[in-house]
């Protein structure tokens, strides 16, 4: 069984860490236990050039890190090379049918080659060299009949598709429904990324999505972020495997995901007005701020129940979906066994290496490694967490706008108003 990460981010792209580069990128997927990761930023030059130096060829579609440039880790779980395979996001902002649309896509492609024809072609559309996510003018079908035209062999796939501000169903500028956005091309739409802010059941609630694959990824920013979300995939190691696994769900055994509550975007409100709600509450207030009176940012749970069967009540199973698990980053779990808020401490970051060089990665630890060796190795503290976590029972202060949830685990502490 392999964990696909399909949809990160490059140095190159706005408002990332300078530390994506190839070498930390097969660094950290292999301390999160990540076998096949996206590359991301195809569409720019410069991150181009510096895979092509980087990478070299592995299974047909699917590339390595060249091994001197490896970054040796400590402890025997980190032997596998990871495997790359070409992958970008872009942002296109256009009008259709009477409104501004800004919508946000995944492409996969079968080679370094692929992304040097399919990048020429969008040069002439816009201004790909200065974001490593370019924002183009250009329609989603016609940024999907591009993609096939040059390269029939491509995965086209809508990113994060509730995200309010940038997505095919987004509450702001998004679409009500996949053929409206694509028409008749729909078709060559098969697989559908959920988003940190919502997990597959609440999506099975929609009957209009119950023929995609629904798959998860990190979106990640930084190296640290690598598997925030994933796919279970049980198929042949190859570019073709992966087709078929994320097109066709032929050995799409599953996703890990974010609890949704702890997405940026779940409940509704205003951040700066300090204001959380959820749906129900949101819609006896009409959607307007107690506060400052304007428009609240609906979240993604509002959005989908909008959206969804009436008939299909909360806890809805699709027959034949794919199971999902729910998890916590595991430095996100240290941090709040320590008290301290932020999983980027000093701290946090010596206790999550010594866990890792005797625990294996960070996927092992989280699913697998048994509860008496987390508490051995890292701390008692953090073993009844997983524990928590691992039994679904953890309670959440949750995201809204723009805002993460944080998990609540403490027993006897009740869940916040909001
Ligand atoms: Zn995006
Ligand atoms: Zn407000």
């Given at each position: 069984m392999y964990i696909a990460d399909l949809h990160i981010h490059s140095r190159y792209s706005m408002a990332t860490s300078r530390d994506l580069i190839p070498e930390l990128l097969d660094l950290w997927a292999r301390k999160k236990g990540i076998h096949i990761l996206g590359t991301g930023d195809f569409t720019h030059p410069a991150w181009r050039r510096e895979l092509k130096e980087a990478l070299e060829p592995a299974e047909a579609g699917l590339y390595t890190l060249k091994q001197e440039r490896s970054i040796p880790l400590e402890g025997g779980f980190f032997k596998e090379p990871v495997r790359f395979v070409v992958s970008g996001e872009i942002s296109s902002?256009?009008?259709?049918?009477?409104?501004?649309?800004?919508?946000?896509?995944?492409?996969?492609?079968?080679?370094?080659?692929?992304?040097?024809?399919?990048?020429?072609?969008?040069?002439?559309?816009?201004?790909?060299?200065?974001?490593?996510?370019?924002?183009?003018?250009?329609?989603?079908?016609?940024?999907?009949?591009?993609?096939?035209?040059?390269?029939?062999?491509?995965?086209?796939?809508?990113?994060?598709?509730?995200?309010?501000?940038?997505?095919?169903?987004?509450?702001?500028?998004?679409?009500?429904?996949?053929?409206?956005?694509?028409?008749?091309?729909?078709?060559?739409?098969?697989?559908?990324?959920?988003?940190?802010?919502?997990?597959?059941?609440?999506?099975?609630?929609?009957?209009?999505?119950?023929?995609?694959?629904?798959?998860?990824?990190?979106?990640?920013?930084?190296?640290?972020?690598?598997?925030?979300?994933?796919?279970?995939?049980?198929?042949?190691?190859?570019?073709?495997?992966?087709y078929n696994g994320i097109q066709e769900g032929k050995g799409l055994m599953g996703t890990i995901e974010f609890f949704p509550e702890e997405g940026k975007y779940f409940y509704d409100g205003h951040r700066k007005c300090g204001i959380c709600l959820s749906p129900s509450y949101t819609r006896s207030l009409k959607g307007i701020c107690p506060v400052c009176h304007?428009?609240?940012?609906?979240?993604?749970?509002?959005?989908?129940?909008?959206?969804?069967?009436?008939?299909?009540?909360?806890?809805?199973?699709?027959?034949?979906a794919h199971p999902f698990e729910s998890l916590i980053p595991l430095p996100e779990v240290i941090a709040s066994s320590l008290g301290v808020s932020s999983s980027g401490s000093v701290r946090v970051g010596r206790l999550y290496e010594e866990m890792l060089k005797h625990l294996g990665n960070e996927f092992k630890i989280l699913r697998e490694a048994s509860l008496d060796d987390i508490g051995r190795v890292g701390t008692k503290e953090i073993a009844r967490r997983i524990q928590i976590l691992r039994e679904g029972t953890v309670t959440w202060s949750p995201g809204f706008d723009g805002a993460y949830g944080k998990p609540i685990f403490d027993f006897t502490e009740p869940a916040s108003m909001c």
């Amino acid at each position: 069984m392999y964990i696909a990460d399909l949809h990160i981010h490059s140095r190159y792209s706005m408002a990332t860490s300078r530390d994506l580069i190839p070498e930390l990128l097969d660094l950290w997927a292999r301390k999160k236990g990540i076998h096949i990761l996206g590359t991301g930023d195809f569409t720019h030059p410069a991150w181009r050039r510096e895979l092509k130096e980087a990478l070299e060829p592995a299974e047909a579609g699917l590339y390595t890190l060249k091994q001197e440039r490896s970054i040796p880790l400590e402890g025997g779980f980190f032997k596998e090379p990871v495997r790359f395979v070409v992958s970008g996001e872009i942002s296109s902002i256009y009008k259709k049918n009477g409104r501004i649309r800004k919508v946000h896509s995944l492409i996969l492609l079968p080679d370094l080659a692929a992304a040097d024809t399919l990048s020429l072609k969008l040069e002439a559309i816009g201004n790909i060299r200065s974001d490593g996510r370019p924002i183009l003018g250009l329609d989603c079908h016609d940024l999907l009949a591009l993609t096939l035209e040059v390269c029939p062999d491509a995965i086209y796939i809508p990113a994060h598709i509730w995200t309010p501000h940038f997505s095919l169903l987004g509450a702001r500028s998004g679409f009500d429904s996949i053929e409206e956005c694509f028409e008749e091309l729909t078709p060559f739409i098969r697989a559908l990324e959920t988003g940190l802010s919502s997990n597959p059941a609440m999506n099975w609630r929609l009957p209009f999505l119950d023929s995609f694959q629904l798959i998860s990824n990190s979106d990640a920013h930084s190296p640290s972020k690598l598997g925030r979300e994933a796919n279970l995939l049980d198929i042949p190691l190859s570019y073709e495997g992966l087709y078929n696994g994320i097109q066709e769900g032929k050995g799409l055994m599953g996703t890990i995901e974010f609890f949704p509550e702890e997405g940026k975007y779940f409940y509704d409100g205003h951040r700066k007005c300090g204001i959380c709600l959820s749906p129900s509450y949101t819609r006896s207030l009409k959607g307007i701020c107690p506060v400052c009176h304007k428009r609240m940012t609906l979240g993604v749970l509002n959005r989908t129940l909008e959206l969804a069967d009436p008939k299909r009540k909360e806890g809805f199973l699709l027959p034949g979906a794919h199971p999902f698990e729910s998890l916590i980053p595991l430095p996100e779990v240290i941090a709040s066994s320590l008290g301290v808020s932020s999983s980027g401490s000093v701290r946090v970051g010596r206790l999550y290496e010594e866990m890792l060089k005797h625990l294996g990665n960070e996927f092992k630890i989280l699913r697998e490694a048994s509860l008496d060796d987390i508490g051995r190795v890292g701390t008692k503290e953090i073993a009844r967490r997983i524990q928590i976590l691992r039994e679904g029972t953890v309670t959440w202060s949750p995201g809204f706008d723009g805002a993460y949830g944080k998990p609540i685990f403490d027993f006897t502490e009740p869940a916040s108003m909001c």
